[in-house]
């Protein structure tokens, strides 16, 4: 078994179009969409989820008034300024903690002298297991503003993982987050080979190179394509040059093709929506990644 990530040093290059052709191209796979900050997969293989459950990502203070004695130590520890202070009306201060501003460091649980302030596990998420037309899919998505994307991804990875080896699968294909934090280090650690994905822009080369040295950190062997190469020819040249430098190989270019969007429109990947110039090169891409996977 196999593990192929799809990655990208920033976001909006086309990753998850190229994702979606890969799980329409490859056989006996099991998908998984690591972008659980903007999970977005969903939307062109069609899940239908059979198995899902709750994510614990933090913890989360919750004052007791019955037990508070109205100190204010909470309040002035707090530097997320996640405590409320509130006049009661008698000439005393109610205090209370906004979810939404409360980051789950314990400082207040610690410091309270009346050990008034609870601290319970926070749900931030949820994770999904799904049939689609391509497979097995392993999904989840954050709660707004919600905590320990890494280790949801670690989950996710690890679920798809399971699911694939006690179904004799051959591949686990990663849709992976954009960037290079904490969420991308989750996706790649211990996969056998990344195909990042840029695109012929200023910001699109500089975030592939930190990808690219990201990658050479761990250990993990890197193909590179191009998506809408054609916009800028000189640039993609130089992506070109620049990642084979540090030991990236090249698998292919894709064009700028409306094809590409239609086929979105119509909830489906380019290469399952007819012939087009998109659809042609994002097979040339796959032939030649499943090769270099194959090597690896």
């Known amino acids: ?60 203070a919750v004052i ?14 707090c530097r997320f300024d996640a405590i409320t202070e509130t006049p009661d009306g008698s000439g005393g201060n109610v205090y209370q903690v906004d979810p939404v501003m409360c980051e789950g460091c314990g400082v207040c649980v610690h410091f309270c002298p009346t050990d008034a302030i609870d601290f319970p596990v926070s749900v931030t998420g949820q994770w999904f297991v799904s049939d689609t037309r391509h497979g097995p899919m392993v999904h989840a998505r954050l709660k707004p503003g919600g905590e320990n994307s890494g280790k949801l991804v670690t989950l996710v990875r690890e679920m798809a993982k399971e699911l694939a080896a006690e179904g004799n699968f051959d591949l686990v294909l990663v849709d992976g987050p954009p960037g290079i934090g904490c969420p991308v280090t989750a996706a790649i650690t211990n996969s056998d080979m990344i195909l990042a994905v840029t695109e012929p822009g200023v910001s699109g080369h500089h975030d592939l190179m930190r990808l690219l040295d990201l990658a050479k950190t761990f250990s993990v062997p890197v193909a590179v394509c191009i998506n809408k190469a054609d916009l800028n ?13 540090r030991g990236a190989t090249m698998v292919g270019e894709i064009p ?21 110039a998109a659809a042609e090169a994002m097979r040339s891409v796959w032939k030649k990644t499943e090769a270099l996977l194959n090597q690896v």
């Open 1 to 60: 078994m196999k593990e192929l990530v799809i990655c990208s040093g920033k976001g909006g290059t086309g990753k998850t179009s190229v994702t979606a052709a890969l799980a329409a191209l490859s056989q006996n796979r099991v998908l998984v969409d690591g972008d659980v900050d903007a999970a977005d997969l969903y939307m062109v293989v069609g899940p239908r989820p059979y198995q899902e459950g709750d994510f614990e990502g933090g913890h989360e």
């Open 64 to 77: 007791r008034q019955e037990d508070c004695d109205a100190c204010g130590l909470c309040h002035e520890l």
């Open 233 to 245: 020819p000189k640039l993609s040249r130089k992506i070109v040059e620049d990642s084979e430098a």
């Open 256 to 276: 700028f093709d409306p094809a590409i969007t239609q086929a979105q429109i119509h909830g489906c990947s380019v290469v399952e929506d007819g012939e087009s």
